[in-house]
Nanobody, 119 residues
């Protein structure tokens, strides 16, 4: 079994910062791409940021310059540092990982963590 466990969500005022973490555990050979997605009420899920196993990154235009994705391959963990948060960043944030394990390369999702930006 493989699990992705997220942490770090919460309530923050506009302009504040939060750091999300997502740790993968279980029978893992290696992890390819990892990413963070978010879904706000009434909206479709969107990609926020992604990072390859080599460290190349990609960001949604709406978060460029404010969010930073990083990973620690030794810990099978991906992070999302969110600065200058805006009310429109409010959403459930979920991590995603393409994990190579016995049985092949599979796509996994975390359970999601709520981020609320409000004064």
């Amino acid at each position: 079994q493989v699990q992705l466990v997220e942490s770090g969500g919460g309530l923050v005022q506009p302009g504040g910062s939060l750091r999300l973490s997502c740790a993968a555990s279980g029978s893992i050979f290696s992890i390819n791409d990892m990413g963070w997605y978010r879904q706000a009420p009434g909206k479709e899920r969107e990609l926020v940021a992604a990072i390859t196993s080599g460290g190349s990154t990609d960001y949604a235009d709406s978060v460029k310059g404010r969010f930073t994705i990083s990973r620690d391959n030794a810990k099978n963990t991906v992070y999302l540092q969110m600065n200058s948060l805006k009310p429109e960043d409010t959403a459930v944030y979920s991590c995603n990982a393409h994990i190579r394990r016995p049985g092949g390369l599979l796509n996994y999702w975390g359970q999601g963590t709520q981020v609320t930006v409000s004064s």
